[in-house]
């Protein structure tokens, strides 16, 4: 099985050693493993945050991690008598102080107390890989570089789960050419760019995403028209409003339908699935998104599982009946399974199938690169010899 590119090696990249930040991820197997990304809230957050008033998914995703929340209840005796303390020294009203006391509580003080970090923004990112496309292969269009180049920024803070803050912890300026250089030569993030390019095409050729040809393209990857309707409301998983959805939006999407079961992929689909805005999904709410799915299924001759023993599987699945995103993400190898039975008709009815055949793990020891994520096994099969010559062999 041949790379197609030559890799650069990690080791030569330098990241910062916050604890609290992970590496820039790349996607590849071939490479590393990364770890899960963490993110903390940034003040230079764009429009997550002004623009989602009221939603409280949008707030609990756009906050601290939820992995770094875990001092409250530790410390509570301390903290009580440390806010006493400051209400008998000074004239706030006590409704303040327990305000603040509600805000803080719950951050971990040694987040506030490493030296502040360098921010990487996307368009600075996209910047330094576009001259990095266009000094390693001049005869390509403008068209193509600037499609390709998005593409691979998009994934690049897709892999971090950084897609929200639109921001990547860095050390140094240098930082941010040698992530450009790194992912210009990573094998996956040239396929990555290859492929969407093809489906955005495929989708509209003059890159004009409207409620047409966005709904006939997903609906013909087994999504049900009740989904696609969420995707398209404001201030969800969208950073535009109108009737179109921009071309960075329909990358989020196309990495949302086809990796489900990447961290980013949790936070794109709870606030899809998140109807009452509680950040707790509703069983009321799940009931219609299966509803979706079964009538998709069933107009292709499919019968599907009643609603009530889809739920008593994933609440096993997921070890509660109270989904959240925090329980979204501390089962990262089952809760893809799990949004797929609420999203895509196609891709839950394969599972089925593959409980039983365990078909994607005898790809992955076929192929011999160990586990690989969803997206992984996708850029796998549609670029690599070894599929290619496997093909060849079986026809």
């Known amino acids: 099985m041949t790379e197609g590119v030559q890799m650069k090696n990690v080791p030569e990249l330098k990241f910062p050693t916050v604890h609290w930040f992970s590496p820039l991820a790349t996607s590849s197997p071939k490479l590393t493993k990364m770890r899960a990304a963490k993110r903390i809230h940034s003040p230079g957050q764009s429009w997550t945050s002004s623009d989602s008033s009221g939603n409280v998914t949008s707030q609990l995703i756009d906050g601290f991690d939820e992995l770094l929340i875990d001092t409250s209840k530790r410390n509570q005796d301390s903290t009580v008598s440390m806010y006493t303390a400051v209400e008998d020294e000074s004239t706030l009203d006590r409704s303040i102080s327990l305000t603040m006391r509600t805000a803080l509580e719950y951050v971990d003080p040694e987040m506030l107390r490493h030296e502040p970090v360098k921010l990487m923004t996307r368009e600075e990112l996209r910047s330094a890989i576009l001259d990095r496309m266009q000094l390693n292969s001049p005869s390509i269009s403008d068209e193509d570089f600037n499609i390709y180049a998005t593409v691979i920024t998009e994934r690049i803070f897709w892999k971090a789960c950084r897609t929200w803050t639109g921001t990547i912890p860095i050390n140094t300026v ?218 060849e062999s079986s026809s």
């Not at 799915?293 to 739920?311: D, G, K, Q």
């Open 174 to 391: 240098k930082d941010i050419t040698d992530s450009a250089d790194f992912a210009c030569k990573d094998w996956y993030m040239s396929n990555t760019a290859l492929f969407c390019a093809d489906e955005l095409q495929s989708i509209s050729e003059l890159n004009r995403f409207d409620w047409n040809c966005v709904a006939t393209y997903c609906h013909g990857k087994g999504m049900p028209i009740v989904v696609i309707k969420r995707i398209f409301t404001d201030n969800l998983v969208r950073r535009s409003t109108g009737e179109c959805l921009d071309i960075v939006e329909m990358i989020w999407l196309l990495f949302a339908m086809f990796g489900t079961d990447e961290p980013q992929s949790f936070e794109y689909w709870f606030r899809v699935l998140d109807v009452q805005s509680t950040g707790i999904l509703a069983e009321s709410d799940l009931n219609k998104f299966y509803s979706g799915i079964s009538h998709f299924l069933a107009e292709r001759n499919v019968t599907s599982l009643p609603f009530e023993n889809v739920m008593t599987q994933f609440n096993d699945i997921l070890g509660t009946s109270d989904w959240t995103l925090r329980v979204f993400k501390k089962n990262p190898h089952l809760t893809g399974r799990v949004i797929n039975g609420f999203v895509n008709a196609y891709r839950f009815l394969d599972q089925e199938t593959d409980e039983k055949t365990n078909a994607e793990r005898m790809d992955d020891e076929d192929f011999g690169r160990g586990s690989r994520t969803r997206w992984e096994r996708m850029i796998d099969h549609e670029f690599d010899e070894f599929y290619s010559s496997s093909s």
